[in-house]
């Protein structure tokens, strides 16, 4: 049975999306099969992969809402091993449409059910909130990836997202997992990046990727032009360090 992985954190920024996009595809690449559901509204990991808003006849939100199964929306071979579940803007509309809605925080898990055994990962790309959108995508899951970036204010951030997997973990899924804690856009030159990944290492020991993110010119303008950077510059730093972060996350999930 393959694995629901969410990449989560509230705070926006902190290199989530581009987490969720290369991971795949270096998942992928390693010969993985896998799923990516772009679960955020800004439809980032749609487009990082070279899909636009307007191509897709249906999205993720059009399975949550019933409109049509989600075998439908799913758009196979974006690349070798890797399929996509696209999204847009009209997913925000999930928070307020599903106000008084019986089992609310069960949809996605209920449509990715019959997917689990097709796929050795699924990955969800979450929005930078804690709404009902993350609630669904920890519910469906059973593993979280939180990527911070080296920051001041990181810590402030990462005890939110954790708080939320507890809530989680208590009242809907007791399954839920931590994975493991990434780091983003560091900079060995600077101290305060240093700094944080000490802070974070002490109190989180056990929780942490060996696999720093750097800070990479690649690495942000691989969107751009609608491929991961495995793809758009695949001797680059920043795709080297997606590949050790695949091969470290297949051990760690062994």
């Known amino acids: 049975m393959g694995k629901v992985i969410s990449i989560a954190n509230q705070k ?4 989530k999306t581009t987490t969720a996009i290369n991971l795949a595809a270096a ?13 955020d509204p800004q439809g980032n990991a749609t487009e990082g ?5 307007d191509d897709s006849k249906y999205t993720v939100y059009n399975a949550m809402v019933g409109d049509c199964p989600l075998e439908e929306v799913i758009i196979e071979g974006i690349m070798e091993n890797l399929d996509l579940v696209p999204a847009d803007m009209d997913l925000a509309a999930t928070e307020a449409e599903f106000v008084g809605v019986d089992k609310k925080n069960y949809v996605l898990r209920n449509i990715t059910k019959p997917f689990v055994d097709k796929y050795e990962y699924i990955i969800i790309d979450c929005p930078p909130s804690l709404g009902t959108i993350t609630v669904n995508a920890l519910t469906a899951s059973d593993l979280v990836m939180i990527p911070i970036q080296c920051e001041y204010y990181a810590l402030e951030g990462l005890k939110q997202i954790l708080e939320t997997i507890e809530i989680v973990k208590s009242n809907l899924n007791p399954d839920l997992k931590l994975d493991g804690i990434l780091f983003t856009m560091y900079d060995g030159r600077n101290r305060l990046s240093q700094e944080v990944v000490k802070t974070v290492k002490s109190n989180f020991d056990g929780y942490i990727y060996n696999t720093l993110i750097p800070r990479n010119v690649r690495l942000a303008e691989a969107p751009s032009h609608g491929v991961p950077i495995t793809i758009y510059e695949s001797s680059s730093t920043g795709a080297d360090s997606y590949r050790r972060l695949a091969a470290e996350f297949i051990k760690n999930n062994l």
């Open 12 to 15: 926006g920024g902190v290199g």
């Open 27 to 39: 998942l992928s690449e390693a010969g993985e099969k896998i799923l990516l559901i772009d679960f």
């Open 49 to 53: 992969f070279g899909v636009e808003q």
